[in-house]
């Protein structure tokens, strides 16, 4: 779900602005989008309620990035029994002209998968990154 539309409270919206600040110290020249989902019924039975998706934009399209827009979704797990979610992974996916070029899930095996990778440097920046949000979450 868009973050925009999850950014009720003070708590929440505080961890969203976060997370873009995490992920803006790792890549200083992205943009951040709290809206990457379109409102149209069709997009609307894709997303995930429980999640916070939030798209990065680089100035043009990154060799280093393999990429030029990068969709981040961290992922929730509510339990029936509680009011509080749990933070179960993230899933990054890198965007070209093409499509999705990788994607990264801290679901399986922090693996990047995909035609066209990051290199190395970005990879490691990237699951940094994803560590500093479940250490945000752990608080």
């Known amino acids: ?39 149209d019924p069709d997009t609307r039975e894709l997303v995930d309620p429980d999640s916070i998706d939030i798209g990065f934009h680089l100035p043009g399209w990154s060799r280093k990035f393999q ?14 029994l509680e009011e509080s979610h749990r933070l179960i992974g993230l899933e990054l996916a890198g965007f070209n002209h093409q499509g999705e070029a990788w994607r990264l899930s801290t679901v399986d095996n922090w693996q990047f998968v995909g035609n066209c990778q990051p290199v190395g440097e970005i990879q490691d920046r990237l699951k940094q990154f994803c560590r500093q949000v479940f250490e945000l979450f752990d608080r």
């Open 1 to 39: 779900m868009n973050a925009a539309e999850k950014a009720r409270g003070l708590e929440i919206t505080t961890k969203i602005a976060a997370i873009v600040n995490l992920f803006k110290f790792q890549v200083p020249d992205a943009k951040a989008d709290l809206k990457p989902w379109q409102n």
């Open 67 to 80: 990429s030029r827009s990068i969709l981040v979704q961290i992922r929730f797990y509510q339990d029936p």
